[in-house]
């Protein structure tokens, strides 16, 4: 089986720039997340999709984050300005009903 | 508020030596919970989960861990630790969301 795909791996841009992170969850996997993990700190929920319908963004700063799955399969995270807090590493997941929960890898973006 | 709190946030090892990571959790009700490992520049990989039932649960790469309702604990263990054990080791809670701890820092030394 395979696992959770994220595109890039590394990301760095400066402050007021946008940039965008991509998620294939593993196949069949109704649920989709995008996590936030600060250095030092654990992983925090920005969004849960179910299929292709928002189930929880109560975390995620939509001011400046939004995220999108398209036909219930892919995933967007983007973040349009970007700031020096947004550096971080974005942890796409999948599960197939709830849990347990599926990590890809991981985008580490360092916003100068 | 529910929260997931691992009190150590680095712990040093000698390769051989039991090992014992410490989560306590708050929530109303029991939460399933979870161990997840994250070498450095890896994402999670989950360890273990407990869910009900049996409160002495076996994962993957030789560990185990003890749910304790009393204590509101749910504590790590592996008999003998090898240094590829290093990493970041992360428990978590769920009830309708996952939340995660700060994570426990092990350094494993030969």
């Known amino acids: 089986e395979a696992g959770v795909a994220q595109s890039p791996r590394y990301k760095i841009i400066e402050k007021r720039q946008s940039v965008a992170f991509w998620c294939n969850p593993i196949?069949?996997?109704?649920?989709l997340y995008w996590y936030q993990q600060i250095l030092g700190q654990g992983p925090k929920l920005l969004i849960q999709?179910?299929?292709?319908?928002?189930?929880?963004d109560s975390q995620l700063p939509k001011d400046r984050f939004s995220a999108e799955r398209l036909k219930g399969v892919d995933s967007t995270l983007k973040i349009q300005p970007a700031k020096l807090e947004d550096s971080a590493v974005y942890l796409c997941?999948?599960?197939?009903?709830?849990?347990?929960?599926?990590f890809g890898p991981g985008t580490r973006l360092t916003v100068t | 508020a529910q929260s997931v709190t691992q009190p150590d946030i680095h712990i040093t090892v000698s390769e051989g030596a039991s090992l014992e990571l410490r989560c306590n959790y708050s929530?109303?009700?029991?939460?399933?919970l979870f161990w997840y490992v994250q070498s450095p520049g890896q994402g999670l990989q989950l360890l273990l989960k407990?869910?009900?039932?049996?409160?002495l649960v076996q994962g993957i790469k030789g560990f185990e861990a003890e749910f304790k309702r009393s204590q509101s604990s749910f504590n790590l263990r592996k008999p003998s630790v090898h240094w590829s054990d290093a990493a970041e080791y992360f428990c978590?809670?769920?009830?309708?969301?996952?939340?995660f701890g700060t994570g426990t820092r092990l350094q494993v030394f030969p």
């Open positions: 997941a999948s599960s197939l009903e709830a849990l347990p929960i599926h």
């Open positions: 196949s069949g996997h109704a649920t």
């Open positions: 999709f179910q299929n292709n319908g928002v189930v929880d």
């Open positions: 929530y109303g009700a029991t939460p399933y």
């Open positions: 407990y869910f009900s039932g049996d409160t």
């Open positions: 978590a809670g769920n009830t309708d969301k996952l939340i």
